[in-house]
């Protein structure tokens, strides 16, 4: 069992930067050491692999979000974070982190059926 708990979301003004924080527990060392990643959903729209990060720190982003986003972890103290640049509204929407639960994972994949445990999710909103 694994469980994420998201903070660091707020609105913003266009061109202004958030950063998103996600703690990762569970019942074994193991627990979150595998891939990790986030994910976005807007308003009437498909839920969004956003980035995604392996064991060994690989990482993947949509090209939305390419340049602008950036996805880190840090393992002692088992945070899964995402510095987010340049904002636009476009990027409003209710963000979610997601683990996959395993003890490692190489190979980073932003498809939400990889992910087998999510955070409640956070509120961005980024206005004009």
């Known amino acids: 069992q694994v469980q994420l708990v998201e903070s660091g979301g707020g609105s913003v003004q266009a061109g202004g930067t958030l950063r998103l924080s996600c703690v990762v527990s569970?019942?074994?060392?193991?627990?979150?050491?595998?891939?990790l990643a986030w994910f976005r959903q807007a308003p009437g729209k498909e839920r969004e692999g956003v980035a995604t990060?392996?064991?060994?720190?690989?990482?993947k982003y949509s090209d939305s979000v390419k340049g602008r986003f950036t996805i880190s972890r840090d393992n002692a103290k088992k945070t899964l974070y995402l510095q987010m640049n340049n904002l636009a509204p476009d990027d409003t929407a209710v963000y979610y982190c997601?683990?996959?639960?395993?003890?490692?994972?190489?190979?980073?994949?932003?498809?939400?059926?990889?992910?087998?445990?999510w955070g409640q999710g956070t509120q961005v909103t980024v206005s004009s």
């Open positions: 997601a683990a996959d639960g395993e003890d490692y994972c190489n190979w980073p994949r932003l498809e939400a059926s990889a992910y087998n445990y």
């Open positions: 569970g019942k074994t060392f193991s627990s979150g050491r595998g891939c």
């Open positions: 990060i392996s064991s060994d720190r690989d990482t």
